[in-house]
């Protein structure tokens, strides 16, 4: 498959013209923030447009000036709580700002088995998160 790079903000003007066009966009993860399910340049995710998004939803969303792939950990009064999987800090955003959610994804074409359970497992976790991540291989 060819690679193309890409500034980020026409990257991103592309990703959300093609989400309200109702198509579903793939592209590798950047960054360390969502270890230990997705890994820097290795996971590549499939992002679908919805109407409405649910906690535990993996969601491309515009933060201040940042675009940020994170889970969502609350909902309340139509703000959604967002927080990276191997971070402490946390994010409020507006359905507004969301761009989509992933709908799949693969590390090294292999999927995680268990995914939904690992991650409640994971959540469960936060307190010691941290400690544990110093232990997964991040390349």
Known sequence: MKQIKVDNLLFL??????????????FKVKGN???PFFKHEKTIVALE???NYKKRDVVLAKYN?????????KIKD???TLRGDGL???EYVKINDIYGKVVSFKTNDK???FYKTKVVIWLLLRPIRRLLLKFIKRD
């Open 111 to 113: 999927k995680i088995k």
């Open 78 to 80: 139509n703000i959604y």
């Open 49 to 51: 447009k919805l109407n």
């Open 65 to 73: 000036d940042l675009v940020l792939l994170h889970r969502i950990i």
């Open 13 to 26: 003007k592309s990703i959300d013209e093609l989400l309200k066009e109702g198509k579903t966009v793939e």
């Open 88 to 90: 402490i800090s946390k």
């Open 33 to 35: 923030s969502m270890l």
